[in-house]
C-alpha cells in the first residue's frame, strides 16, 4: 500500500499545517557535515513535495554548529535559485548577529530558541534563563519593525536530561514571555522525547489558562522513546493544528544529551492522512527525498513509513 485507508474521526481538526525542520534540526546533528549543494537540493525536493513551510538552516555561531556554518551561502544560493520562495524559508537566529546574517539575505521569517530550563539554557545559548530574553528582545524587536515575522521554539518543555521533569506552568511562563516579546506562533519542543500525550493535553490546557489558545501554538515532538505520534494525537485532539517533523525522521540537538530524531515527516503525513486531515503533502515525494538523503548520509532513514514504502 502506498496510502492509508482514511477513516476520519470526529472532533479533530479538519487542516493541519507541517512545518518541516528536516535541513535544521536534521540536519545540525548529522556528524559530517553535508555540503551545501546537496543541502540546497533537500531543501527543493522539501518543496516540491508540497511541504508549506520548509526551515532551511541556522544563523548561529558556526563553531557551536558547524554542521550549518554555510547558512549564508546555502540561502544565497537559494535565493539565486528559487528568488522570493526562497526569503520566505524561515531560519534560526539566536540574536542580533545572527538576526544581521539574516537581513543580509532578505530574509522574511526567523525563529527565536529559548528554554524552559535554566541548565539548557546555558548548554544551548551560553546564557540563563532570564538571560536569554534579554538576547531575544531586540532581535525580535528588530525584525518585528522590519516586517519580518518571529516564531518562538521553547525547548525542553516536558522533561530536561539535567532537570528532570519539567512543569507545564514554567513552560507557560518562559512562553508567554516570547509572546509579549511579539513572536507570532509558539513551536513547544519535546527536545528529549519524553512527553507523552496526557503531558501535551496538560500542557495545552495550561497554555490555554493563560489565555494562549491553540491556534497560537505547535507542537515540536522528537521520537526517541516512540511517542510522537500518539502525541500529535493528543494535540489533534486539543485542538492545535501545526506540526513541526523533519523528513526521514533526522535530527537531534548537538547540546542535548539523548535527543534523537524527530517525529518522522512520513510518519506524520501517514497519520493525518489516515484520519482523512489535509494537509497538501505528497507522501510519495517526501518518503523518495528522505531515501535520497539516507544514500547520501549513508545510513537508512529510521521512519517506520519510509522503511514500509521502500
Ligand atoms: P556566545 O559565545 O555566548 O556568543 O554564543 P557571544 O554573543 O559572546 O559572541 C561571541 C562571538 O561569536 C562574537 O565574535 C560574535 O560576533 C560571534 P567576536 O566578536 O568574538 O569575533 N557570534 C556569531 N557569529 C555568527 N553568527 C552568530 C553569532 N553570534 C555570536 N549568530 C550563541 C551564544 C547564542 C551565539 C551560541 O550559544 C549559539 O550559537 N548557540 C546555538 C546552539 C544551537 O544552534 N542549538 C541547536 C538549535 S536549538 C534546537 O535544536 C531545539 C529546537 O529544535 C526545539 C527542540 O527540539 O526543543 C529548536
Ligand atoms: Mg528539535
Not at 551545501?36 to 532551511?56: H, M, Q, S, W, Y
Not at 547558512?71 to 535565493?79: C, E, I, Q
Request: aromatic share 6%; proline share 5%.
Amino acid at each position: 500500500m502506498s496510502l492509508p485507508m482514511t477513516r476520519p474521526e470526529p472532533g479533530l481538526p479538519a487542516k493541519v499545517t507541517i512545518y518541516e525542520v528536516g535541513a535544521r534540526d536534521g540536519l545540525q546533528n548529522e556528524q559530517t557535515a553535508v555540503p551545501t549543494d546537496v543541502k540546497a537540493e533537500f531543501v527543493r525536493r522539501l518543496l516540491a513535495a508540497g511541504l508549506p513551510i520548509v526551515e532551511a538552516t541556522s544563523f548561529v555561531h558556526p563553531s557551536w554548529v558547524p554542521q550549518l556554518a554555510d547558512a549564508a551561502d546555502l540561502m544565497a544560493g537559494l535565493v539565486d535559485d528559487l528568488g522570493d520562495t526562497a526569503r520566505d524559508l524561515p531560519v534560526l537566529v539566536p540574536n542580533d548577529r545572527g538576526l544581521d546574517r539574516a537581513f543580509a539575505l532578505g530574509l522574511r521569517h526567523v525563529a527565536v530558541f529559548a528554554s524552559a530550563t535554566e541548565t539548557f539554557a546555558n548548554k544551548n545559548l551560553n546564557r540563563g534563563l532570564e538571560s536569554q530574553f534579554e538576547m531575544f528582545e531586540p532581535v525580535v524587536a528588530r525584525a518585528l519593525d522590519s516586517g519580518v515575522d518571529v516564531r518562538g521554539y521553547v525547548s525542553m518543555c516536558f522533561g530536561d536530561p539535567w532537570e528532570g521533569a519539567v512543569e507545564p506552568e514554567q513552560v507557560v511562563a518562559v512562553g508567554k514571555r516570547l509572546l509579549d516579546l511579539g513572536c507570532h506562533q509558539l513551536s513547544l519542543g519535546d527536545t528529549i522525547g519524553v512527553g507523552t500525550a496526557g503531558h501535551v493535553k496538560d500542557l495545552v490546557a495550561a497554555f490555554g489558562a493563560a489565555g494562549v489558545g491553540p491556534e497560537r501554538l505547535a507542537l515540536h515532538f522528537h521520537d526517541t522513546y516512540g511517542q510522537a505520534l500518539a502525541n500529535v494525537h493528543a494535540g489533534l485532539q486539543a485542538g492545535v493544528t501545526t506540526y513541526d517533523a523533519s523528513a526521514g525522521g533526522l535530527g537531534g540537538c548537538p547540546y542535548a544529551k539523548s535527543a534523537t530524531g524527530n517525529l518522522a515527516t512520513e510518519d506524520l503525513v501517514w497519520f493525518l492522512t489516515g484520519l482523512g486531515i489535509e494537509h497538501g503533502v505528497d507522501l510519495s515525494a517526501v518518503a523518495a527525498t528522505s531515501v535520497w538523503m539516507a544514500e547520501r548520509l549513508g545510513r537508512p532513514s529510521p521512519s517506520a513509513v519510509v522503511r514500509a514504502l521502500a
